[in-house]
């Protein structure tokens, strides 16, 4: 059920903020839990924040307190708002939606690099 495109990575250095963006096209993602996950090479991919399809939020334990997800009124973008960005942060960024009640992310974008480094 369409595509998801993440944009907004890029080199940012230590303390600063970043905000990724998951722009969605076709039908059906306003009925998802939409989520970024990120992964450094070699490392399992993981979950960083989700949002469901009614606004309850969960974070990774890593992250909570400095990153926010958030989606806009239309639910055609999914947002992930990094602050206090340190360099364990950096890491490829994936958007992924699933159904609300299921349990597994079926949906998945290409991914955008974060770096955080002075």
């Known amino acids: 059920q369409g595509r998801l495109v993440e944009s907004g990575g890029g080199l940012v250095q230590p303390g600063g903020s970043l905000r990724l963006s998951c722009a969605a096209s076709?039908?059906?993602?306003?009925?998802?839990?939409m989520a970024w996950h990120r992964q450094v090479t070699g490392n399992q991919r993981e979950l960083v924040a989700s949002?469901?399809?009614?606004?309850?939020?969960v974070y990774a334990d890593s992250v909570k307190g400095r990153f926010t997800i958030s989606r806009d009124g239309a639910e055609n973008t999914v947002y992930l708002q990094m602050n206090s960005l340190k360099p364990e942060d950096t890491a490829d960024y994936y958007c992924?939606?699933?159904?609300?009640?299921?349990?597994?992310?079926?949906?998945w974008g290409q991914g955008t690099q974060v770096t955080v480094s002075s």
């Open positions: 949002i469901s399809n009614s606004g309850s939020t």
């Open positions: 076709g039908t059906g993602f306003s009925f998802y839990r």
């Open positions: 992924a939606g699933r159904l609300s009640m299921g349990g597994q992310y079926t949906h």
